[in-house]
């Protein structure tokens, strides 16, 4: 089963809603990491959230974290076409050295 | 700033050929990966290298090989390609194993096999 879990596969929405991600993950983390993947691009980190942080902003994104029910949301408001793009939420499995992507969300921003 | 880069972008071969894609990163990171792209199944790990001439195994590695000559360097092989086969290899750097650092991302090389 996968170690880390967007709950959706895919979303729609108009330009200027706001919208939300949804992650969960089964392993005791120092870190969650969410990452963007653009058509035609490689996947971009947006923000690293520490497990002592509840919260964490970088402009229009913020991104929480819950470690009691193993979850993050990342949240988008004023979303703009040019946020399509595949979302991807990524944990540290420290049994394996390795980080562990979700299978990612799709967000289609629509004019 | 750095960048990724990963060629050749687009590489197209037939079953059971031998095929190499290389990356090359001027972060001065320590840390590479590669990672297999497929669709709906998110990214799954083949390799990674935390130095020059070290080589770690991930989820995905049986049916590749890769090679850590360089620290800027990590190229990843295709032992015997199959048939039908498509997919998007992904080239990252990482200063630190990842844990609690940034993987950067190469645009990636996608394979098709006729």
């Known amino acids: 089963s996968q170690l880390a879990e967007e709950n959706l596969w895919a979303l729609s929405v108009h330009e200027g809603e706001s919208v939300t991600v949804n992650c969960s993950y089964k392993?005791?983390?120092?870190?969650l990491q969410w990452y963007r993947q653009k058509s035609g691009e490689g996947p971009a980190q947006l923000i690293l959230?520490?497990?002592?942080?509840r919260e964490k902003r970088n402009g229009r994104l913020r991104a929480t974290l819950d470690t009691s029910s193993q979850s993050s949301s990342l949240s988008i408001t004023a979303t703009r076409c040019e946020d399509t793009a595949v979302y991807f939420c990524?944990?540290?499995?420290?049994?394996?050295?390795?980080?562990?992507f979700g299978k990612g969300t799709v967000l289609l921003v629509s004019p | 700033g750095g960048i990724i880069t990963q060629t050749p972008k687009f590489l197209i071969g037939q079953e059971g050929q031998k095929l190499t894609l290389k990356c090359q990163q001027n972060?001065?990171?320590?840390?590479m990966y590669w990672y297999r792209q497929d669709s709906g199944k998110g990214l799954r790990l083949i390799y990674y290298?935390?130095?020059?001439?070290?080589?770690q195994k991930g989820d995905l590695s049986e049916g590749y090989d890769a090679s850590r000559e360089k620290k800027s360097s990590f190229s990843l092989t295709v032992t015997s390609a199959q048939k039908n086969e498509m997919a998007v290899f992904l080239c990252?750097?990482?200063?630190?194993?990842?844990?609690?650092?940034?993987?950067?991302f190469g645009e990636g090389s996608k394979l098709t096999v006729l």
């Open positions: 959230i520490r497990s002592n942080e």
């Open positions: 990524a944990v540290y499995d420290s049994g394996y050295n390795k980080l562990t």
């Open positions: 392993t005791s983390i120092t870190a």
């Open positions: 990252a750097s990482s200063m630190d194993r990842g844990n609690t650092g940034q993987l950067y």
């Open positions: 290298s935390i130095t020059e001439n070290d080589l």
């Open positions: 972060f001065n990171h320590d840390t």
